[in-house]
């Protein structure tokens, strides 16, 4: 089993680059992916986005990335144009020149305020080619997934053992129920034989044909066999899923809302304190395996 709670953090550097990554997930009906990655990087999103898909079924996921140059590249991705900055700074004298000709008196300009000056830089990482980063990056990420895949295995292993622990309670309350129907059905009989007593006692002539009906509907009416072998039905499949691998977490989900059909049909059929209250008991288990059953991929 898998959850859909999981986190992954991993360094890495390569191609003159150092990086981050961040991958962390919650519980989502779908598969919801939001990725923040760097967009200069040629093809980097679209194919982080297909490698999470094939990776990961369900869940709100979210991927940070974040990208820095090394020391060594960041020296080397800023080299100082002699041309451009010759033709700067003649043309910086020509402007003092003509300003004094015109009696206008200019701040002296600093070193910072020449090295903006258009072209007297040359950024050499602008026109780098991205590929040979993308490779290495893609190559990273594999373990990344490695990772986020391993801790969410981790956290499905214990929502397993909850959820069999929740299983094996609503199967005892099940078996509980069963035992009480059948002591429900002695004293159900005991009050329909005083309740037809005090008929008798008060008419002279019962129509035997419609009392005959009549207990045969109050029968079916309280008879609850049918949801108590349907939720054991249900235990059993819910069993059946733990112990597969991969997404199960739609069956289990669906399962759940059958658990909580049964169990509000044998409170409303119950007519029994003593089964309303078992009943009772296996909604509220039932709801805590529900809210369970949300994490699971």
């Given at each position: 089993m898998i959850s859909m709670t999981g986190f992954a953090a991993r360094r890495g550097s390569g191609a003159g680059y150092a990086w981050v990554w961040d991958l962390r997930s919650v519980n989502g009906k779908g598969l919801d992916l939001r990725l923040r990655v760097p967009d200069w990087i040629d093809g980097l999103e679209a194919a982080v986005r297909a490698e999470l898909q094939r990776a990961i079924t369900?869940?709100?996921?979210?991927?940070?990335?974040?990208?820095?140059?090394?020391?060594?590249?960041?020296?080397?991705?800023?080299?100082l144009n002699e041309t451009a900055l010759a033709a700067a700074l003649a043309a910086l004298g020509r402007v003092e020149a003509a300003a004094m000709a015109a009696g206008v008196t200019l701040r002296q300009p600093t070193g910072a305020d020449v090295l903006t000056l258009r072209g007297v830089i040359d950024q050499a990482g602008q026109e780098t080619d991205t590929a040979p980063l993308r490779t290495a990056l893609l190559a990273d990420l594999a373990g990344l997934l490695a990772d986020f895949a391993?801790?969410?295995?981790?956290?499905?292993?214990?929502?397993?053992?909850?959820?069999?622990?929740?299983?094996?309670?609503i199967a005892s309350l099940?078996?509980?129920?069963?035992?009480?129907?059948?002591?429900?059905?002695?004293t159900q009989a005991e009050a329909l034989r005083e309740a037809?007593?005090?008929?008798?006692?008060?008419?002279?002539?019962?129509?035997?044909?419609?009392?005959?009906?009549?207990?045969?509907?109050?029968?079916?009416?309280?008879?609850?066999?049918?949801?108590?072998?349907?939720?054991?039905?249900?235990v059993d499949a819910a069993r059946g899923h733990l112990a597969e691998?991969?997404?199960?977490?739609?069956?289990?989900?669906?399962?759940?809302?059958?658990?909580?059909?049964?169990?509000?049909?044998?409170?409303?059929?119950?007519?029994?304190?003593?089964?309303?209250?078992?009943?009772?008991?296996?909604?509220?288990?039932?709801?805590?395996?529900r809210e369970q059953v949300q994490n699971v991929e």
């Open positions: 369900r869940g709100n996921v979210s991927l940070t990335l974040r990208v820095t140059q090394d020391d060594a590249r960041e020296e080397a991705g800023f080299r391993a801790m969410r295995a981790t956290e499905g292993a214990a929502l397993a053992g909850v959820l069999s622990a929740q299983l094996d309670r099940t078996a509980a129920a069963k035992a009480e129907t059948a002591t429900r059905a002695t037809l007593a005090r008929v008798l006692s008060a008419t002279e002539a019962v129509d035997e044909t419609r009392l005959a009906q009549e207990l045969a509907l109050l029968a079916v009416k309280t008879d609850v066999t049918e949801e108590l072998d349907r939720l054991s039905a249900h691998a991969g997404s199960v977490g739609r069956r289990l989900d669906f399962l759940m809302q059958e658990f909580m059909r049964e169990a509000n049909t044998l409170c409303s059929k119950a007519q029994s304190l003593a089964l309303t209250r078992i009943g009772l008991d296996l909604k509220t288990v039932i709801d805590q395996m």
